[in-house]
């Protein structure tokens, strides 16, 4: 069955690249609801902006959701893996600015404050969109894959040439627990040297040590070092399942990103809608339920980061 919130989490922070303080709600929305987000710096019925990968405005460094009306929410793919990673279908989001709070450049503090209250169960059926043929996309590079398979998985390949990182791979079915477990704490990464050209474009302008990994030259300048070997690979992978949360619902399918970002998976979704026959929605019986990411989740496969 479908899931919202028990009750409204508040997240106070700054976004990652506007550098602005944010105020951001999550409350709990009746079934069918899906997710929204809304402004609430902004009035009237152009505040509102659904969750839903069609209204993507490409970007290869966050994914920025825009309305009809030209409002726009962007940095939105932590706090959907945390929810989606949650199991939660239904929510509004309220938010006081253009940008979700970066909190520490991973999905563990929103999936904390979640979890801290918990889920309630909804009387309607889980309603997901199960992959029937692959669909695949390249750009420069990089490819992203959606194939059928019984549950969702997520598959992730990465190269780069700073030694700190260099080349991980990882894959992961992602029923129940496993988020919180394997990707939630994983953090946003970037080269030292990227820092200087992205802020010369308006743009990290909140990004500290602190809330990224950066690394130079093969060593990890962020305090602390990593939280895991391979948190690069697990953070692409936390940014997969983010954007792929706006299909609409949950996804029965496997995703393989090779080198793949933001704007390629957004790119890969909006092919998968438009391939005749590539997909259909489904109706979750109980046990296709209990293959979704989030069911299960319980209080002590959370992360605890200091």
């Known amino acids: 069955m479908q899931n919202t919130l028990k009750t409204s989490v508040t997240f106070v922070g700054v976004g990652l690249h506007s550098g602005r303080p944010v105020k951001m709600i999550l409350r709990p929305a009746s079934a069918g609801h899906g997710i929204w987000f809304k402004r609430t710096d902004i009035d009237g019925r152009g505040a509102m902006i659904p969750a839903l990968y069609h209204l993507v405005e490409r970007s290869p460094l966050c994914t920025r959701l825009v309305n009809d009306s030209g409002v726009s929410v962007s940095t939105v793919e932590h706090i959907m893996a945390a929810l989606a990673g949650c199991g939660v279908h239904n929510a509004l989001i309220e938010i006081s600015g253009p940008e979700v709070p970066i909190m520490d450049g991973s999905s563990v503090p929103f999936l904390r404050g979640i979890m801290k209250h918990g889920v309630r169960t909804q009387a309607a059926p889980i309603l997901a969109h199960q992959v029937l043929k692959p669909v695949t996309v390249e750009k420069d590079g990089a490819r992203a894959t959606l194939l059928p398979a019984d549950q969702f998985e997520i598959e992730f390949h990465i190269s780069f040439t700073d030694a700190a990182i260099g080349t991980q791979a990882k894959r992961l079915d992602m029923r129940n627990g496993s988020f919180a477990r394997e990707l939630s704490d994983s953090r946003t990464f970037c080269n030292l040297s990227d820092v200087d050209a992205m802020r010369a474009q308006g743009l990290a302008l909140g990004g500290t040590f602190e809330n990224a990994v950066v690394v130079d030259d093969g060593e990890v300048l962020s305090p602390g070092g990593l939280r895991h070997s391979d948190e690069a690979v ?30 390629l998976t957004n790119t890969l979704l909006r092919a998968l809608f438009e391939t005749p026959g590539a997909v259909r929605p489904v109706e ?14 319980v209080w002590a496969e959370i992360p605890h980061v200091a």
């Open 284 to 297: 979750c019986t109980p046990d296709m339920a209990a293959r979704m990411p989030g069911q299960g989740l």
């Open 234 to 263: 697990r953070h692409k992978m936390l940014d997969a399942l983010g954007d792929l949360a706006l299909a609409g619902g949950p996804l029965l399918g496997r995703y393989v990103g090779e080198r793949a970002g933001h704007s």
